[in-house]
Each structure stands twice: as structure tokens, then as C-alpha cells.
């Protein structure tokens, strides 16, 4: 192991998570070879370490839950962050990154406690932006994409063994090379099993449009292709899919401080071709790139005269879109509202006051962007359930709400409260059980999205 890896180690078991080796090499192969063929070398082994003694009651300071990651961040832009798997072990892989740019995934086994982690690219960028999205295959080896703010590649790694970290093939490359001054950012990933398997990953490429590609499995990827464009738009998306047919898509016109009427669209994606809500043909993968303007409006920002930032999306027990995002009545007043799809038309409601942009700090502070929320983050098996992040005392706690009617009313519960450092960006595991983490979050100090001394909590 080398000097970087051992110091990791011990970091790591001070805080009780074991590190594994996991390096890779300095550049992915575009050859257009099976991306399945390198297998990589097995992670050398460490002690076991000791499983941790989870919280479960609610209400108690962020310091108080186990901690799932001593030096953590991800951005919420990207996704998935954390999946959990049942197969022959019942496990929940989470991906960071750490304060020194380290790529890093994080294994924690729901029956025995026990937490190991792997570092699948060191020091890729020392920025949030350059968390990794996960992906399970469909015989549970993982997947990991990851690019560094404004990338030249996106990039890929396969885990060697099924629901196991513990060794990764070679880099891979998702895209090709771009020299364009926005690069690559922001990986959003998806399979379908409807179409054989096929992967997909979106996002935010050259002159900030959204861009994906897609491959079969054990076959190169293709092209990458501009999904939309719109008159000066730098839309954000986020994505939602079945793991079968269908791939959600949620996006904002830009970035609320350059967007006046920042708004909030939708699409799907299923066989090749791309739909609003009520089944409206937009266009196809042969007809690329989609308009902004022809995708469903879910919150008209010019109509309100206030703009908006997306934040997730899910879908319910019907195959529904529900978004979660925020509304800026000010820079210090910030809302989180909820958009679901009722079968005829898109129900808007607000869940409650967000408080100020974090972090809190003043203006002149380099990186200062009041269009930053606490968080909010829906729970994909059942969207009903938001958990989000807002000033309580002066700091950023969690709370669980839940709907009962579709987002009309709205009950809450704290998660976290009392505590001495802020709690921000939750995300809720896809495929979450009992016995595994439910909820995951940021809790520590955070200056800005390359200044930040944060952990991962889970409840």
C-alpha cells in the first residue's frame, strides 16, 4: 500500500472506518474495447474494524449519529450518491469526496456494522463537484462514474466482484475528450433492464448543455449526444429511473443567478424517444437536441415573478414524477416546494420556509452563491417523504416531512436538532431497508464547494 493509502487507513480508523487500497491509472482507455475486460488487483486487506453504534431516536444533534465518513462532501447535483443491495449481503455503497479531491466509495454492511471504504481515484479535484455517481448492475457489481469540475472525460470504473468494493477494473472513458472551457460535470446514472441492460449517463457537458451517452453491456459506449439547448440556458438535471423502461428527467432553465426566471421542466425517456407527463412526443434519440421550451413546465418562474433551483426527483407507486425544489421570494427567503404529477396535470405546493442560503456567510466570501439551500432530498421508495435541511438556531438541522394527500398538508419531525455544526444535503439510499441507513447527510463546517470540513452521518 502506498504512503497516501496509509495514511488514509489510519485517518480513517480513528473515526472507525476501514480504508482499502483501490488507485487506478491516469487515464481512461478510448480504444472502444470491451468495457468490461480489466479486472484490476484485489485491495490489500486491513483489520476489521469495529462496528459503530447507530442512533436511532429522533431529534439529537447531528454529532450524535454514527458517522458513515470522517472527511466527506458530494454536491446534490449528481446522483445516484448511495444505493443499497440485497443480495447475498445486505449492504449500502455511498460515494464522496474527500477534502484533498479523493474519489472514495463507502461499504456498510447493515448486519454486521461493519464500514470499509475505497478510493477509487485519488486526488481528482478538492472540490464537492467531483462526488461520483453510483450505479448496480444486474448481477450487483458496481459501477462508479465520476468527472472534476469542468472534467475533460467522464470516466467510469467497474467493481471486480459482485457487492464488493474491494477491487476495481481499469479507468474507462464514457465520453470522449473534450477541450471545451465547461467540460464535464454533474454524472447522473441509470440501467434499464427493458433494453437489455444498457447503461446510461447524463451530464453537464460542453457549453454547459446536458449531454449523455449509453452503452450495452460489454460493448463501448456511444457517442455522446446534446440531450436539449435553449437561447442562453445551462439547464440542471437531475434524474429518476425504473431500472427498467424508463428514465425521468428534471431540469431548471439555468442557474438562478444568471436566470431571472429560473423554471422548472420535466421529460421522460422510454424506448427511444422522449415525453412530457401526459405522454406528449417531444422527440426522439434520432433527433437530438430537444428545445427547452418543449418539455413540460412544471413551475412557470416568469410567470410568479420568482425563480427557482431543482433538487431531486422521484416517482411514485404509478410511475408519477414528484420534483423537490426550491423558490427564491429573496436571496435570504427560500422555499421548498413540491410538484407532482396527478395523472392530468402538475400540483405545485410548498412544504415550507428554507431560511437563508448556506452556508451563512457574507458576501464577500469568494464562491458566495445565495442560491444555495440546506437540501432537500425526496425518498425514492416512497416520495411522500421528503427529508430537508433548514436554520434552526442559527443552524442548519434535518427534519422529516411526510405528506399524506399528495403535498396539500404537510406533518414534520426533527432528525437532527441542538447541534453544534450544520446538518445539509441529505440523501435518502435507493432501495433503503430495515437494518440499513434510511438517511444520510453532510454534517460539519462547509465555506464553499472546495473549502469544507465535513462527515457523512446516517440515521
Not at 448492475?137 to 467493481?159: A, E
Not at 432553465?253 to 405522454?279: K, M, Q, V, W
Not at 434552526?392 to 438541522?397: I, N, T
Request: net charge negative; glycine share 12%.
Amino acid at each position: 500500500m502506498n504512503t497516501r493509502n496509509s495514511v488514509l487507513c489510519l485517518a480513517a480508523a480513528l473515526a472507525g472506518v476501514l480504508i482499502l487500497a483501490g488507485g487506478c491509472g491516469p487515464a481512461p482507455a478510448t480504444d472502444g474495447s470491451p468495457v468490461e475486460e480489466a479486472v484490476g488487483t484485489p485491495a490489500e486487506s486491513e483489520a476489521v474494524a469495529e462496528p459503530i453504534e447507530l442512533v436511532s431516536e429522533d431529534g439529537l444533534p447531528g454529532e450524535s449519529y454514527g458517522v458513515l465518513a470522517p472527511d466527506a462532501a458530494w454536491s446534490w447535483l449528481g446522483g445516484p450518491r448511495a444505493v443499497s443491495i440485497e443480495g447475498e449481503h445486505r449492504r449500502t455503497y455511498v460515494g464522496f469526496t474527500t477534502s484533498s479531491g479523493d474519489v472514495t466509495l463507502t461499504q456498510f454492511d447493515h448486519d454486521s456494522g461493519e464500514i470499509v471504504a475505497t478510493v477509487v481515484k485519488e486526488q481528482l479535484q478538492p472540490d464537492d463537484h467531483a462526488s461520483p455517481a453510483l450505479l448496480v448492475r444486474p448481477d450487483n457489481r458496481l459501477m462508479v462514474f465520476y468527472c472534476g469540475h469542468r472534467g475533460r472525460w467522464m470516466i467510469y470504473r467497474t467493481s471486480s466482484g459482485a457487492e464488493d468494493i474491494s477491487s476495481w477494473g481499469a479507468e474507462r472513458g464514457a465520453s470522449g475528450h473534450t477541450s471545451a472551457f465547461a467540460g464535464y460535470t454533474y454524472p447522473n446514472a441509470a440501467v434499464l433492464a427493458g433494453e437489455g441492460g444498457r447503461r446510461y449517463v447524463f451530464w453537464r457537458g460542453d457549453g454547459h448543455r446536458p449531454m449523455f451517452a449509453s452503452a450495452e453491456p460489454a460493448r463501448p459506449w456511444g457517442a455522446a449526444a446534446v440531450l436539449m439547448e435553449g437561447e442562453g440556458a445551462k439547464p440542471y438535471v437531475r434524474t429518476a429511473s425504473d431500472g427498467q423502461s424508463t428514465i425521468h428527467l428534471a431540469f431548471s432553465d439555468g442557474h438562478p443567478g444568471e436566470e431571472p426566471a429560473n423554471s422548472i421542466r420535466y421529460l421522460r425517456y422510454s424506448d427511444g424517444e422522449f415525453r412530457r407527463a401526459d405522454g406528449t412526443l417531444v422527440g426522439t434519440v434520432e433527433n437530438l437536441p430537444l428545445k427547452l421550451e418543449d418539455a413540460d413546465l412544471v413551475y412557470d418562474a416568469a410567470a410568479s415573478g420568482v425563480r427557482s433551483w431543482l433538487w431531486d426527483i422521484a416517482f411514485d407507486a404509478s410511475g408519477s414524477p414528484v420534483i423537490a425544489y426550491a423558490a427564491f421570494p429573496g436571496e435570504d427567503d427560500h422555499r421548498y416546494r413540491y410538484a407532482r404529477w396527478s395523472g392530468a396535470a402538475w400540483v405545485d405546493s410548498e412544504i415550507t420556509a428554507a431560511g437563508s442560503w448556506f452556508p451563512e456567510v457574507e458576501r464577500q466570501v469568494r464562491r458566495f452563491d445565495p442560491y444555495q439551500s440546506g437540501g432537500i432530498a425526496l425518498d425514492h421508495t416512497d416520495p411522500g417523504t421528503v427529508y430537508l435541511s433548514r436554520p434552526v438556531g442559527g443552524v442548519f438541522e434535518i427534519e422529516r416531512w411526510t405528506t399524506p394527500d399528495g403535498g396539500e398538508s404537510w406533518v414534520s419531525e426533527a432528525v437532527t436538532s441542538g447541534s453544534a455544526r450544520d446538518n445539509v444535503r441529505p440523501v435518502v439510499p435507493l432501495g433503503h431497508a430495515p437494518g440499513g441507513p434510511e438517511l444520510i447527510w453532510m454534517n460539519g463546517t462547509y465555506v464553499d464547494y472546495m473549502s469544507y470540513s465535513t462527515s457523512l452521518r446516517m440515521k
